[in-house]
């Protein structure tokens, strides 16, 4: 059973456009939500991360957006560069599960130029 | 600064034969994970390690033997390889959590490319 569900499993956004993935979650008592970023080739890394007690974190072009009542959290990309081209993971973790994540499938993301 | 650094890259096995996946962090951490990932299945948790002498089994333990050697080095085991093992093995470590309790992020390898015929 799936506890984090990733949407979508591909998308395509031209340069300089707004790249938005979904992930939704099942356990409550999940209360920390990362996203990573895989290049090919490469390991994951993590690009950014919240916690469920704000709604909305930025870190430069990145946005995590959190709704705590519906159980979901998105990552949006403002003006997409072809070089954010990547796959992109959500995850999330609770307190006293040995630090372990919970990914999702994984959203491969092409920035056309 | 090396991170994690994972060793072979790439590796070809016959059905049955065995190997050892090496993985070595050099940033301190406690804990340390191995992955396997899978064209459509995302991340999956074969291993992990939460400190130094302490092993448990993640999402898909089946087929595998772990070592924790050291606080540096985290060993992945296929004592009889299956061509169901064929993927990519992606090993990561991180910090202990924090007083505050919050996360650490998790660093990953480059990962081992197997292929098992």
């Known amino acids: 059973q799936q506890q984090v569900k990733q949407s979508p499993q591909s998308l395509i956004v031209q340069k300089g456009g707004i790249s938005i993935i979904n992930c939704a979650y099942e356990?409550?008592?999940?209360?920390?939500f990362p996203w990573y970023q895989q290049f090919p080739g490469k390991g994951p890394a993590l690009l950014i991360a919240i916690r469920p007690d704000v709604s909305e974190k930025k870190e430069g072009r990145f946005t995590i957006s959190f709704n705590k009542s519906a159980k979901q959290f998105s990552l949006h990309i403002m003006d997409s560069q072809p070089g954010d081209s990547a796959t992109y993971f959500c995850a999330a973790s609770n307190a006293g599960n040995n630090r372990k994540l919970i990914w999702g499938l994984g959203t491969s993301l092409a920035v056309n130029p | 600064n090396a991170g994690v650094t994972q060793t072979p890259k790439f590796q070809v096995l016959k059905t049955g034969q065995s190997m050892t996946l090496q993985c070595a962090q050099d940033?301190?951490?406690?804990?340390m994970y191995w992955y396997r990932q899978d064209p459509g299945m995302g991340l999956r948790l074969i291993y992990y390690s939460a400190s130094e002498g302490t092993t448990d089994k993640g999402e898909v333990p089946n087929g595998y033997n772990v070592s924790r050697l050291n606080k540096r080095e985290f060993s992945l085991r296929l004592e009889s390889a299956a061509p169901s093992q064929t993927s990519v093995y992606f090993c990561?470590?991180?910090?202990?959590?924090?007083?505050?309790?919050?996360?650490?992020?998790?660093?990953f390898g480059d990962g081992t490319r197997l292929s098992i015929l």
């Open positions: 940033m301190n951490h406690n804990s």
């Open positions: 356990n409550t008592a999940f209360d920390y």
């Open positions: 990561a470590s991180s910090e202990a959590r924090k007083a505050d309790h919050s996360n650490q992020p998790q660093h």
